[in-house]
């Protein structure tokens, strides 16, 4: 018999759960399993008939840009009962269903293996009453589960990221680049409060991301006298140079004693004892709301697909799926809820730095980032000329070169250096077009697209290395920060082997990653990268609802070069049907399939086909050529577009992951610049997420020839997108 498999979403809503429900649901069709919704969370369960109903692949299309959850989600009084789970069980039963995916928060997780653990009771109980018979007993003896957390609180251990934060924090960063502006003008004071009853992840990385000025969150709560120390803060930064003060408070903030502090709270402090024309926003449910995030799309789809895997496989332990660094990775549910409970009651037992610790290394990492991004330390008390500090752009624009830039002068800054600017990439550093940037001069920068310091790919060969070291010595420049893409990296092993020539390029020099094309050593996201992503899930989604009136495919062109990140994520993200690659390659073969799935889909009643092509997917089979040559064999059954998306990549507000990714880099790069002045190294390197790595070790990382890494990560999206995009019966065989 037919494995059958209940998906539901339970408890709090969050963006990016309908992109997990369609992963399950085709996932599982690909996998000969049949799939049920459960419509409306448990209480759907507890109620039964319509409410549990088969779901087929037509039922999933065109929702991955829906926030919320089509499938209704609640909160179900009765399944907290044991009696009310019985009910749930004899429904279930009676659909054919022993597995369960559950798309929920802790909650949710929770009641949901408190379920697995009753199911044989019940169903010994159901089977005494007479309400199944002795074969559905037999049949479904056991409740195979995995869950996925969707919670944009970011609370659950043991997992990068849940379903939604990345979205909420879309939501968030927008609001306070929005009241930014208004607040400068006016040099006025923000309170912002977000969501996070027991998590300050939104709160903090909110307030990186923002270029906020003070946070407050659960885990690491102020001493009584709180209203002092942001008073000095934020009067430092005034000073430094700051028109505005925007304070964002988690709600779940409170005092050491542990005494609320709330957003009205703040607000009356900023203004009573500080003077300030101070205003509060509360973003509530705004911060569930919207699109989901390219990311929340390309990472539940993925985490989805490993959901079914999971229930299909030889799962006797309940497992929760989430992602760590950029892969599906399971868990035992049980564990992952106690950890996640336990840090609520670190914070009420006030053991704040164990509720940090279990935050994790980087959450720790970027609290202490974030105080010395704000508080404008030694900019207005100690600056010390002694290191002169330059930062550069090489290579193609990338959204989020100006909060890194920003990010590297004020950490700079608190480190002590002379930061300076350098206009223009190499060519500006040796004509010397370069001045100093000050704390307050890089205001304003985290919100900004381009590059306030312009870019340029070129780099010097021998020749011109001379006046390079000419102009470095002239300059005084003691270390430099190239912020960029691959060429950057070439430059770092010219200067690498040429040093000894020149002794004033005998200086620390650290290339940090900066490319939409994301095809950078040694990390699985370069700055850009995510905005990019970003953007061109936005533009599929207006290319599909362009398309929705016409039975139409489409070839969307993507950048990337060599690389296939940005293609592949968002052929997922955006719910194509074929991803072009490079690393693939195109042949008539593949082609001549597709065709034939493409024709058979149309024919069966699909309205819309993607593909997506990477710009060096083929130097052969072009956009155009795939346009006209999906049109010409489907013989007016469908018209074909194609739509190169060029430069807008290239151009958007940059994401909250790459404002934090930057400052994330930075924090890293200006400690190490401050060992290597100290020892005088003269060390050539580039920055990671694991560390800072000397530039010997790229051999081991490039492919120098086709320009990317050895290790293609996100090749790990390949099977998610074969079994997303293939629908079954209208396809040959999945390449
Ligand atoms: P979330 O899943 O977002 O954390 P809740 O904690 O409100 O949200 O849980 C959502 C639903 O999951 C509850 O309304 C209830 O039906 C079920 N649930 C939560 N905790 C339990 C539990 N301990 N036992 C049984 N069911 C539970």
């Given at each position: 018999?037919?494995?059958?498999i209940?998906?539901?979403?339970?408890?709090?809503?969050?963006?990016?759960?309908?992109?997990?429900v369609?992963?399950?649901?085709?996932?599982?069709?690909?996998?000969?399993?049949?799939?049920?919704?459960?419509?409306?969370?448990?209480?759907?369960?507890?109620?039964?008939?319509?409410?549990i109903?088969?779901?087929?692949?037509?039922?999933?299309?065109?929702?991955?840009?829906?926030?919320?959850?089509?499938?209704?989600?609640?909160?179900?009084?009765?399944?907290?009962?044991?009696?009310?789970r019985?009910?749930?069980?004899?429904?279930?039963?009676?659909?054919?269903?022993?597995?369960?995916?559950?798309?929920?928060?802790?909650?949710?997780?929770?009641g949901?293996?408190?379920?697995?653990?009753?199911?044989?009771?019940?169903?010994?109980?159901?089977?005494?009453?007479?309400?199944?018979?002795?074969?559905?007993?037999?049949?479904?003896?056991?409740?195979?589960?995995?869950?996925?957390?969707?919670?944009?609180?970011?609370?659950?251990?043991?997992?990068?990221?849940?379903?939604?934060?990345?979205?909420?924090?879309?939501?968030?960063?927008?609001?306070?680049?929005?009241?930014?502006?208004?607040?400068?003008?006016?040099?006025?004071?923000?309170?912002?409060?977000?969501?996070?009853?027991?998590?300050?992840?939104?709160?903090?990385?909110?307030?990186?991301?923002?270029?906020?000025?003070?946070?407050f969150?659960?885990?690491?709560?102020?001493?009584?006298?709180?209203?002092?120390?942001?008073?000095?803060?934020?009067?430092?930064?005034?000073?430094?140079?700051?028109?505005?003060?925007?304070?964002?408070?988690?709600?779940?903030?409170?005092?050491?004693?542990?005494?609320?502090?709330?957003?009205?709270?703040?607000?009356?402090?900023?203004?009573?004892?500080?003077?300030?024309?101070?205003?509060?926003?509360?973003?509530?449910?705004?911060?569930?709301?919207?699109?989901?995030?390219?990311?929340?799309?390309?990472?539940?789809?993925?985490?989805?697909?490993?959901?079914?895997?999971?229930?299909?496989?030889?799962?006797?332990?309940?497992?929760?799926?989430?992602?760590?660094?950029?892969?599906?990775?399971?868990?035992?549910?049980?564990?992952?809820?106690?950890?996640?409970?336990?840090?609520?009651?670190?914070?009420?037992?006030?053991?704040?730095?164990?509720?940090?610790?279990?935050?994790?290394?980087s959450?720790?990492?970027?609290?202490?980032?974030?105080?010395?991004?704000?508080?404008?330390?030694?900019?207005?008390?100690?600056?010390?000329?002694?290191?002169?500090?330059?930062?550069?752009?090489?290579?193609?624009?990338?959204?989020?070169?100006?909060?890194?830039?920003?990010?590297?002068?004020?950490?700079?800054?608190?480190?002590?250096?002379?930061?300076?600017?350098v206009?223009?990439?190499?060519?500006?550093?040796?004509?010397?077009?370069v001045?100093?940037?000050r704390?307050?001069d890089?205001?304003?920068?985290t919100?900004?697209?381009?590059?306030?310091?312009?870019?340029?790919?070129?780099?010097?060969?021998?020749?011109?290395?001379?006046?390079?070291?000419?102009?470095?010595?002239?300059?005084?420049?003691?270390?430099?920060?190239?912020?960029?893409?691959?060429?950057?990296?070439?430059?770092?092993?010219?200067?690498?082997?040429?040093?000894?020539?020149?002794?004033?390029?005998?200086?620390?020099?650290?290339?940090?990653?900066?490319?939409?094309?994301?095809?950078?050593?040694?990390?699985?996201?370069?700055?850009?990268?995510?905005?990019?992503?970003?953007?061109?899930?936005?533009?599929?989604?207006?290319?599909?609802?362009?398309?929705?009136?016409?039975?139409?495919?489409?070839?969307?062109?993507?950048?990337?070069?060599?690389?296939?990140?940005?293609?592949?994520?968002?052929?997922?993200?955006?719910?194509?049907?074929?991803?072009?690659?490079?690393?693939?390659?195109?042949?008539?073969?593949?082609?001549?399939?597709?065709?034939?799935?493409?024709?058979?889909?149309?024919?069966?009643?699909?309205?819309?086909?993607?593909?997506?092509?990477?710009?060096?997917?083929?130097?052969?089979?072009?956009?155009?050529l795939?346009?006209?040559?999906?049109?010409?064999?489907?013989?007016?059954l469908?018209?074909?577009?194609?739509?190169?998306?060029?430069?807008?990549?290239?151009?958007?507000?940059?994401?909250?992951?790459d404002?934090?990714?930057?400052?994330?880099?930075?924090?890293?790069?200006?400690?190490?610049?401050?060992?290597?002045?100290?020892?005088?190294?003269?060390?050539?390197?580039?920055?990671?997420?694991?560390?800072?790595?000397?530039?010997?070790?790229?051999?081991?990382?490039?492919?120098?020839?086709?320009?990317?890494?050895?290790?293609?990560?996100?090749?790990?999206?390949?099977?998610?997108?074969?079994a997303?995009?293939?629908?079954?019966?209208?396809?040959?065989?999945?390449?």
């Open positions: 018999m037919t494995v059958r209940g998906v539901l979403t339970s408890g709090g809503d969050a963006q990016g759960m309908n992109a997990a369609r992963a399950v649901v085709r996932t599982a069709l690909a996998a000969d399993a049949e799939v049920y919704g459960i419509l409306e969370g448990w209480q759907g369960a507890v109620d039964g008939g319509d409410y109903r088969p779901l087929g692949w037509d039922d999933v299309s065109g929702i991955t840009a829906l926030g919320g959850t089509v499938i209704g989600t609640a909160r179900c009084a009765a399944f907290r009962t044991a009696e009310g019985r009910t749930a069980v004899a429904h279930l039963i009676e659909k054919g269903i022993d597995r369960l995916i559950v798309i929920g928060g802790d909650g949710s997780l929770t949901t293996d408190a379920l697995r653990a009753e199911w044989p009771d019940h169903v010994a109980a159901l089977l005494a009453s007479g309400a199944i018979t002795p074969e559905q007993a037999e049949r479904h003896h056991s409740l195979v589960i995995a869950g996925l957390v969707g919670s944009i609180d970011n609370d659950m251990v043991g997992t990068d990221m849940t379903i939604g934060t990345d979205s909420a924090l879309h939501r968030i960063v927008e609001a306070i680049d929005a009241i930014a502006s208004t607040a400068a003008s006016h040099q006025r004071s923000f309170v912002v409060e977000v969501m996070g009853r027991h998590c300050g992840y939104l709160a903090l990385m909110a307030a990186i991301a923002g270029g906020a000025d003070y946070v969150i659960p885990e690491q709560p102020p001493s009584a006298d709180w209203h002092a120390h942001m008073a000095s803060v934020l009067r430092r930064a005034r000073n430094a140079g700051r028109r505005t003060s925007i304070v964002v408070v988690a709600e779940g903030a409170a005092d050491a004693d542990g005494n609320p502090i709330t957003a009205e709270h703040v607000r009356a402090v900023l203004s009573d004892e500080m003077g300030e024309d101070a205003r509060v926003t509360i973003l509530g449910h705004v911060q569930r709301g919207g699109t989901p995030s390219a990311y929340d799309r390309w990472m539940a789809s993925m985490i989805g697909h490993a959901a079914v895997e999971q229930v299909l496989g030889d799962a006797s332990e309940a497992q929760v799926v989430g992602v760590r660094a950029n892969r599906p990775h399971a868990q035992p549910l049980v564990e992952a809820v106690a950890a996640t409970r336990n840090i609520a009651t670190l914070i009420a037992e006030k053991r704040f730095d164990e509720a940090m610790a279990a935050r994790g290394h959450f720790v990492q970027m609290h202490a980032a974030f105080r010395r991004l704000s508080e404008a330390r030694t900019a207005v008390e100690t600056p010390d000329p002694d290191k002169r500090v330059a930062i550069m752009h090489v290579g193609g624009l990338a959204p989020g070169m100006n909060a890194a830039a920003k990010a590297l002068v004020r950490l700079g800054v608190d480190h002590g250096f002379t930061m300076l600017g206009q223009g990439g190499f060519p500006g550093l040796i004509a010397g077009d001045r100093e940037l704390w307050g890089v205001e304003g920068w919100s900004t697209g381009g590059a306030n310091l312009g870019t340029r790919r070129w780099i010097p060969g021998e020749e011109e290395l001379y006046g390079l070291a000419r102009s470095v010595e002239t300059l005084g420049i003691d270390g430099i920060v190239i912020v960029g893409g691959f060429n950057a990296y070439r430059a770092l092993t010219l200067l690498q082997e040429e040093k000894k020539r020149y002794p004033s390029l005998n200086i620390p020099t650290v290339v940090l990653p900066a490319s939409i094309d994301n095809n950078l050593p040694g990390l699985q996201m370069a700055i850009g990268a995510d905005t990019a992503l970003n953007v061109a899930v936005q533009a599929v989604d207006r290319i599909k609802l362009s398309a929705s009136a016409a039975k139409r495919a489409f070839v969307v062109e993507t950048m990337g070069r060599h690389c296939g990140f940005l293609a592949l994520a968002t052929g997922v993200a955006g719910g194509a049907e074929r991803v072009y690659l490079n690393e693939d390659g195109l042949s008539i073969g593949a082609l001549a399939a597709d065709i034939d799935a493409m024709v058979a889909a149309f024919s069966g009643g699909q309205s819309f086909w993607l593909a997506i092509r990477n710009e060096e997917a083929s130097a052969f089979y072009t956009t155009d795939l346009t006209r040559m999906f049109e010409a064999e489907g013989h007016g469908y018209s074909v577009r194609g739509v190169v998306l060029g430069h807008v990549q290239q151009g958007g507000t940059p994401s909250p992951f404002r934090i990714n930057g400052v994330r880099l930075a924090a890293a790069v200006t400690d190490w610049m401050n060992e290597k002045l100290a020892t005088g190294e003269g060390i050539q390197a580039f920055a990671t997420p694991d560390g800072i790595r000397p530039v010997k070790e790229l051999d081991d990382l490039v492919d120098w020839e086709v320009r990317r890494p050895l290790e293609q990560w996100w090749l790990v999206l390949k099977p998610v997108l074969a997303l995009g293939h629908r079954p019966g209208s396809d040959v065989a999945n390449t």
